[in-house]
């Protein structure tokens, strides 16, 4: 590793302010610029709840509200607001969210911000083009992988009950936490055990406090009937069984079979690490691993959900810093991962090369092409003296 020049105080207060503008201006611009659509999509759900109506109908000019009843709960404060207040408010609080969970994760998993200048770059160019584009869109997946962030630091940190509530919460708001959810239970801490599948029960019952049980019944399985039916085959999700269907005619068939087995395999190696006692690389390498399962697997997998794979992507520009000599090989790897991920598909790069970039679904090749440089770090990792 390189030196360990810990940050000065002077540094942190103005990487703290730059950072506070920075976000506040892009929150700014979404508020009274960009006006996303899915703002509306959340708002209007939670007045239907507090209504008595359906949240899960087809809405006019707006898509379907996928999240749970009580996520649409927790938006109605900010549909009590101004709109462009309300919007400011909803990104604002998940921008500083993420950036909060992402600093307590990296810490856990051995990476802390705060030694060198050098470290806040890396982090601060792996994450912030996705979390923007996310942010950008009123998407709630920002807010959603700072709790996953947090739960992580928290299990890292051996406080297993407050993992347990974090991640069943956010499982509760969107489902694809559950994937890092099931992974910690290989760690058998009946503390953890307890707190997730509590979480869980008291998180979808939560809603009743406000709306009553039968109406919380009435919600969820609306919820359940709108899920069960959205089975998404569009060409232009960035899944890799879509990848395959558009650029190889492959048959998506194989979708459901081989998410469950390479899930089965991230929570076997999850509970390898937790049997040999490997907590180093298993705080630092499973919820990357996690994130980039989903966007890899899941149906839904499209742009904005491209933030889940920010922590891979990091760990590559991490290594970077590390890996002495072959340094260089790895600076190459981040670069590209960039590059694939969020660059072509951003505004810094001209219009057609960002229309190419979507035709061909180049992000799913990025999201290969950093799972595999991931794998390859982990390996070299369990071949050095201090992997155990």
Not at 61 to 83: H, I, Q
Not at 114 to 126: E, G
Not at 251 to 264: D, M
Request: with cysteine; aromatic share 14%.
């Amino acid at each position: 590793m390189l030196g360990r020049q810990v940050m000065t105080s002077a540094q942190k207060r103005w990487g703290l302010i730059a950072l506070l503008i920075l976000t506040a201006g892009i929150c700014l611009h979404t508020a009274l610029v960009k006006k996303p659509l899915n703002y509306a999509v959340v708002t209007n759900a939670a007045e239907n709840i507090l209504r008595g109506n359906n949240p899960y109908a087809a809405q006019e000019g707006l898509d379907f509200f996928k999240y749970s009843p009580l996520a649409g709960l927790l938006a109605a404060p900010f549909s009590r607001l101004m709109d462009g207040v309300g919007l400011f408010l909803f990104v604002f609080f998940q921008y500083w969210l993420f950036f909060w969970g992402f600093r307590r994760w990296a810490d856990s998993a051995g990476c802390p911000l705060d030694q060198r200048v050098v470290y806040v770059l890396v982090a601060f160019f792996s994450v912030v083009f996705d979390t923007t584009v996310s942010i950008q869109n009123a998407q709630v997946n920002a807010g959603i992988l700072g709790l996953m962030l947090l739960a992580a630091a928290q299990y890292a940190e051996d406080k297993p009950v407050r993992a347990g509530l974090l991640l069943s919460l956010a499982a509760n708001l969107k489902l694809f936490p559950i994937t890092l959810g099931l992974c910690l239970l290989m760690g058998f801490k009946k503390k953890y055990w307890a707190a997730f599948w509590g979480g869980l029960v008291f998180w979808f019952a939560a809603p009743a406090a406000v709306v009553g049980w039968g109406r919380n019944l009435e919600l969820l399985k609306q919820w359940a009937g709108l899920m069960s039916w959205d089975r998404t085959r569009s060409l232009d999700m960035l899944d890799l069984a879509s990848f395959l269907e558009l650029h190889l005619g492959w048959s998506p068939w194989w979708r459901e079979p081989l998410a469950l087995l390479v899930g089965a395999a991230i929570g076997a190696a999850a509970l390898y690490f937790f049997r040999l006692r490997q907590d180093r690389l298993l705080h630092r390498f499973l919820l990357p691993a996690n994130g980039l399962y989903i966007v890899l697997f899941s149906y839904l997998s499209e742009s904005p959900t491209s933030i889940l794979a920010v922590a891979a992507v990091f760990l590559i520009g991490m290594e970077a810093l590390e890996a002495g000599s072959e340094r260089w090989i790895f600076w190459i790897l981040w670069a590209g991962a960039l590059v694939l991920i969020p660059l072509f598909y951003s505004d810094l790069v001209p219009k057609a090369w960002n229309v190419w970039a979507q035709a061909v679904n180049l992000k799913t090749v990025g999201y290969i092409w950093t799972a595999a440089a991931c794998l390859w770090i982990l390996i070299r990792h369990l071949g050095t003296p201090d992997a155990a």
